[in-house]
C-alpha cells in the first residue's frame, strides 16, 4: 500500500530522494534511474518517434505528495517546468487529506467519432434513415477495430446532429476502454463515411475524432475543514471565504476564469504529460468544456457548505489512456504511470483532475491572501541561484539569502555565492 506522506521530502538532496521515492513506489531505485535516464528517452529512440529530430529535451519529473482519492493514498508523478507548482499541489492536497481527501467519479471511456456530410437535401430524412441504420452503423465499426471489441470495448451508439443549411454531423460513440483512442475513434469515423454519405446524401466531409470528449467526463469533490486553511494570521473561516469570493470572480469574468482554469492545469496537464498523455487534446477539451454554455467558465467552483467546510467541485473531460500510444516508446512515461498506481485509464483521469483541483486550491489560497508572489519568489531564488553558479548545499543557502533581502536577481545570488565561497576556503568544486 503506497503512502503518499513524505514527510521533508522536499529538503533531501535528489540521491536520497530518489531512494525514498523507490522505497514508497515498492521498486528498485536503479529501476527509477534506469527509466528516467536521458530524460526516459534516448535520442536513437527518439528518431523514430516524430521526424526531423536533432535530439530530445528534458523537464523535471517530480511527485505530487499527500494526495489522497477514494480513501486511498496516491504519488501523483509531474512532468512540469514552472516552479511552486509541485510544492503548491501537494500542499493543498494536505490540506483536502484533513477533509478526508478527494472523492472522484469517471465516466465510462467513451470517445466522439465525428462524420461531416453537407448539401444534405433533407436533414430529418437523413437523420431517421441513419438512426434507422444504427445496428448495421454500429456492427461496421466494430468490425472495423476488432481488438478494441476483443478487450471489451467497441461502439455503443450513434448521434445525430443537424447544424443547419443542409449540415449534418453523425456522432459514433465509441468505447476505448484504456486508451485514449484517437487513432480507434480515426479509424471508426473513415470506416463509416461512405455508407453515412449513402444513407443521407450529400457530400462526405471531415471524419475524425472530437476533442470535446464530453461522454468522457471526470466529477471531483472535496470538502475541506475551515480550520484547514488557516495560515500565520489569516483564521481558518476568513481564508475559506476569501476563497469562495475568488471563485465568484471567476463566474463572473472570463478575463479571470481563463487565468482560475489555467491554475487547474498547472496540476492536470504535468500528470497527463508524465504518463505519456496528449495535452493539446487534454487542453482543448477543457478549454471547449468551459465555454459549453456560451460563456467561458471556471471548471472547478469552491462553496461554503453546510458544515461550514469550503466544497470545492470540478467536472471536464478527459481523455487518457493507459495502454498504447507514447507509452510504447518512452521509459519515462511508463515509469510514471507505474508511479501513479492506477489501474484503468479512468481512475489516471480521475487523479490527473485532483491534482487539478489541488493546484487551484492552492492558487486561490495564495490568491486571496498574501498574493503569489512571495511563495514564488522563494523558489524562484533557488533557480536564481542555480544561474549564479550556486551548486549542492549553496542552492538553498544563496536563495535564502537574497530572497530574504529582497534580492531575487542573478547580481545578487552571485555575490552571496562569492561571499559563501570566501567562507568556505574558496573551493571551486563546491560550485560544480
Ligand atoms: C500561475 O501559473 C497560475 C495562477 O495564475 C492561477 C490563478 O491565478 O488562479 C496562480
Known sequence: MVTSRLPGFYKLTLEERRRIAAEALGVEVTELEAALASGGLPALRADKTIENVVGTYAMPFALTLNLQMNGRDYLAPMVVEEPSVVAAASNAAK???????????ADEPLMIAQIQLDGVPDAEAARAAIEGAQDELLRRADAAV???VARGGGARELEVRALGDGWLVTHVLVDCRDAMGANLVNTVAEALSDRVRELAGGRAGLRILSNLSDRRNVRVRCAVPASALAFDDYAGDHVRDLIVRASEFASRDPYRAATHNKGIMNGVDPVVIATGNDWRAVEAGAHAYAARNGSYEPLCTWRRGDDGAL?????????????GGTLRVHDGARFGLKVAGVESAQELAMLAACVGVASNLA????????????GHMALHARSVAIAAGARGEHVEAVAREIHEAGQVSVEAARAALQRRLGSSAGDARLVR
Open 363 to 374: 492558487a486561490l489560497r495564495a490568491l486571496a491572501t498574501d498574493g503569489i508572489q512571495r
Open 311 to 323: 466544497v470545492g467541485d470540478m467536472e471536464l473531460p478527459l481523455a487518457l489512456g493507459t495502454v
Open 95 to 105: 490540506i483536502i487529506r484533513e477533509g478526508g481527501g478527494f472523492l472522484a467519479e
Open 146 to 148: 476488432p481488438n478494441l
